[in-house]
């Protein structure tokens, strides 16, 4: 059984709000863009609290079979980019957040709801 790309998007959430990440927002990049179906964003407060998070991402992916094609950004935990393959996630510090703002660049994906 293959796990679609929309249910990685959702661990991939999840998990962060285990951790719990600030103001995670996840895009449908599906008709937008050939880069991923969706984009996970969210932030942490601390070095540590970024790391944690994506620690339990990759944890709750792997669980669920999937598996990290990659992961750029731990050592400095500012921004760190994961790839999902079909799912890209973007855990950054709050400040670089708020300076790169990458939502704004990618305004024309739609925000998925998630419960």
């Known amino acids: 059984m293959t796990v679609s790309s929309r249910a990685f998007m959702q661990i991939a959430v999840h998990a962060a709000e285990e951790k719990k990440a600030q103001n995670i927002v996840a895009l ?11 984009f996970v964003i969210c932030h942490g407060n601390s070095d540590v609290q970024v790391q944690s998070i994506v620690t339990e991402v990759r944890k709750r992916v792997e669980e669920a079979g999937g598996r990290m094609r990659g992961v750029e950004g731990m050592d400095t935990a500012r921004w760190v980019l994961m790839d999902l393959g079909d799912v890209v996630v973007h855990v950054f510090h709050r400040e670089e957040r708020e300076y790169y703002n990458i939502e704004r660049l990618w305004s024309d994906a739609k925000v998925e709801e998630f419960a």
């Open 28 to 38: 449908n990049l599906e008709n937008v863009s050939l880069v991923a179906d969706y």
